[in-house]
């Protein structure tokens, strides 16, 4: 059997309605996995769900909520049979200097950020263990790595989930659940958003990438992500892996 194949897994995707998590979607189903979409939008979760057929199932709710992520696996469960394969992909934040952050701000960050990662973790793990090479791939950023300026919460809120991601990669390793972290770089209307917004600073990031270009979502980072499910990625936990066209270099 081709070692890229998901063939047969069970997937949680976070924010799998559009952008990055939307890509990750598509590949997933187009490999063989069958897909719980959590997101907001409900429009946008509905037309991927009629697009892909019986391998999606949408659900229409807020990551921060604990209740939430308790649906998203009960439903995995109960359409699909388990639960092999938990991505931890939508967050929000607010972008301006660190001293005009508000403690709004800041839990917005936080809840949809760090908290969700961890509530979806604490939601998946009774499944996940029962799965035999299961796989969490949370979502950091080079925003954290780099100190993006702007992006105080955010950055905190990403470079914690890293942290836990590593601590969970050595407590789960031995119910065979490994965690990694991916840190995307990739055009997708929440950058575009961005970019409108701080043309300067998306123009310096684009033209900074080494490999000339801003991501694709499909073709770019969703293969990753999807690598980091696969089988083949089974001897493989705690890791960030950049998926930014080689502009962070972890050492
Ligand atoms: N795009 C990039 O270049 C880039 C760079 C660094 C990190 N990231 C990270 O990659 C991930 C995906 O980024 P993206 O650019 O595709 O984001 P996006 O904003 O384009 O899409 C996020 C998705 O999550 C959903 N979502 C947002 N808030 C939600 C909530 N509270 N509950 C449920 N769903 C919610 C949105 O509806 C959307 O479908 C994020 O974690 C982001 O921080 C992206």
Known sequence: MD?????????????????????????????GARVVVVDLQQEAGHALA?????????????VSDRAVADTAVATAVERFGSLDVLVNNASVSRQK???EQTDD????????????????????????????????????SGAGLNGQPNQASYAAAKEAIRGLSRVAAN?????DIRVNVVCPMALTAGVAKWAEAR??????????????????????VAPIVAFLASDD?????????????GSVKLR
Do not use: C, H
């Open 199 to 220: 043309p300067e600073q998306y123009a310096q990031s684009a033209a900074a990438v080494p490999l000339g270009r801003f991501g694709d979502p499909d073709r770019d």
């Open 105 to 140: 701000d800041w839990n917005l960050a936080m809840d949809t950020g760090l908290y969700a990662t961890r509530n979806f973790m604490l939601a998946a793990l009774p499944e996940l263990t029962k799965s035999g090479n299961a796989s969490v791939i949370n979502f950091g």
């Open 233 to 245: 990625a089974q001897y493989m936990t705690g890791q960030t892996v950049m998926a930014d066209g």
């Open 97 to 99: 200097p660190f001293e």
């Open 3 to 31: 070692p890229q194949t998901l063939q047969g897994k069970s997937v949680i995707v976070t924010g799998g309605a559009s952008g990055i998590g939307g890509a990750i979607t598509r590949l997933f189903v187009a490999r």
């Open 171 to 175: 407590e789960w390793a031995p119910l």
């Open 50 to 62: 009629a697009e892909l057929g019986d391998a999606v199932v949408f659900l229409r709710g807020d």
